[in-house]
């Protein structure tokens, strides 16, 4: 039976579990958070040397502003952390930033954060790293629509690719596997239009416990599937 092979070029993560994570331990939701943020790190690392060409980590929803004002603030600020202490390894390691949402309602600094790695990155080709901030995918779906909308375009013409070039990923391929820690099974408003083929892995594993061995298992499991789009076993190339 054809397996799908290798690497998936486009894999996104919803890291969930920082809370649990540090609730288990008798710290703080802040310490979970911050140990959150060092395994974002690591993993950025390692699927750039297993060769991942798109990475993108769910890394504040646009529902995430219902959250307490403190811990809001602490995320965005090991987010300016980690964007000031990552910008040269992004830049040696070949990495381009992007964000997915909106970012003019993001904080001051973390525009400014974002803004900076973005423009030092922007030639960098080896991969791709997302961070989806203020996201939302129905609202992404939204606001292409409203995009398309305003072309005035003769309804034969909005085609899955006239819309998906309105998308925040516009350009990139869609997630062939999308990963959530922690043992819950949703979606969460994540990726919505991109997501149509996308295998799925769930692990119980918290977010900051989510290491390169923990990766490997996720990527594993993914070679063994067998992606379909659609058609029967028989129908796939050998
Ligand atoms: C989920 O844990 C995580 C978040 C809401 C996002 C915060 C993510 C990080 C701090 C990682 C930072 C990454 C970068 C790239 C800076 P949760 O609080 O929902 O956990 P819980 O469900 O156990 O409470």
Redesign the pocket.
């Known amino acids: 039976m054809p397996r799908s092979t290798g690497i998936p070029a486009h894999i996104a993560i919803i ?7 540090a609730q288990k331990r008798g710290l703080s ?1 802040s310490e ?2 911050c140990a ?2 060092r395994t ?1 790190k690591d993993i950025v690392t390692r699927c750039r040397e297993l060769g991942v060409r798109h990475l993108t ?1 769910y ?2 929803s646009r529902e ?1 502003w219902s959250r307490p004002k403190d811990e809001i603030g602490l ?1 965005f600020d ?2 300016v952390q ?1 964007l000031r202490g990552e910008l040269q390894n992004l830049v040696e390691q070949d990495i381009h930033l992007a964000v997915l949402g909106e970012m003019a309602d993001l904080p001051f600094a973390a525009r400014q954060a974002l803004s900076l790695v973005m423009q030092k990155t922007a030639d960098c080709r080896t991969m791709t790293l997302n ?1 989806a901030l203020n996201y939302s995918g129905r609202e992404e779906i939204l606001r292409a629509a409203r995009a398309l909308a305003a072309k005035n375009l003769p309804p034969e013409a909005i085609t899955e690719t006239a819309f998906a070039d309105e998308l925040y990923t516009k350009g990139q391929p869609d997630p062939d596997l999308i990963i959530r820690t ?1 043992g819950e099974l949703r979606l969460s408003n994540y990726l919505l239009f991109q997501a149509a083929y996308a295998e799925f892995y769930f692990t119980d594993t918290l ?1 900051p416990d989510f290491d390169a061995a923990e990766l490997e298992r996720a990527l594993a499991d993914y070679a063994g599937r067998q992606r379909r789009f659609g058609r029967t076993g028989e129908q796939l190339p050998a």
């Open positions: 890291m969930d579990g920082n809370g649990r994570w939701r979970g958070h959150g943020t974002a980590l890394t504040f995430n995320i090991l987010l980690y961070l922690s977010w």
